[in-house]
């Protein structure tokens, strides 16, 4: 099955600067990669995604990049605020169903 | 609105004990799931649905089982509960392609 590996496990900010997470995955044949921000005691919410067809995707302060030959992806959180503060997982899946989890960033941003 | 409920929210129970945690969802998406949650491990797929009657293991079944009789609920149940099983549990649902994954609020389980 797809195996996922997630990088930095924790990762400290300054407010204001950025942060970025990287993951990597084991099967080729992946096409979806969403990436999922946890807040303390709340449940997994969808923040940004991205299909193998796309090398680069950007919502306001988020953006996400895709290498398929490399086979890794990356969160990057720019501007970073207080409210970034969480544990963010990324995922990927073969066929937008069954998802394969990273273990998670824990990201905390320093006033 | 169209939601994914799991109860209990918070579950002690002894070893050896059978436990059912309940999933509902209101989306009348196909696709159900259940994962654990544990720290260093991320979310991890213990069975998953794809419709009525369909049931299938994920990557850590040994001890879990589901039941799809409705659209609407996945229930998950341990057999025989073991400490390793103490866990916070996802239960999440999608509709399929382009339809992002929804999580539940989560079953904190503790198996003493």
């Known amino acids: 099955g797809e195996n996922v590996e997630q990088h930095p496990s924790t990762l400290s900010v300054q407010e204001g600067d950025s942060a970025v997470i990287k993951c990597t995955y084991s099967d080729s044949a992946s096409n979806y990669f969403p990436w999922y921000k946890q807040e303390l005691g709340k449940r997994p919410q969808l923040i940004i995604d991205?299909?193998?067809?796309?090398g680069e995707k950007k919502d306001q302060r988020i953006a996400v990049t895709l290498n398929k030959t490399a086979k890794h992806f990356s969160l990057h959180i720019t501007e970073t605020q207080p409210e970034d503060s969480a544990v963010y997982f990324c995922?990927?899946?073969?066929?937008?169903?069954?998802?394969?989890f990273g273990a998670g960033t824990t990201v905390t941003v320093r006033a | 609105d169209a939601e994914i409920t799991q109860s209990p929210r918070h579950k002690i129970t002894e070893t050896g004990r059978q436990v059912t945690l309940a999933c509902h969802q209101t989306w009348n998406h196909n696709n159900m799931f259940w994962y654990r949650q544990d720290l260093g491990h991320g979310l991890r797929l213990i069975h998953y649905s794809y419709g009525v009657q369909d049931t299938n293991k994920g990557e850590v079944s040994d001890g879990y089982s589901v039941s799809r009789s409705n659209t609407e609920d996945l229930p998950l149940t341990l057999e025989s509960a073991a400490s390793s099983q103490t866990s916070v549990y996802f239960c999440?649902?999608?509709?399929?392609?382009?339809?992002?994954?929804?999580f539940g609020n989560g079953t904190r389980l503790t198996v003493t």
């Open positions: 999440a649902s999608s509709g399929g392609v382009d339809s992002p994954l929804h």
């Open positions: 995922a990927a899946s073969m066929d937008d169903y069954k998802l394969s």
């Open positions: 991205i299909r193998s067809n796309v």
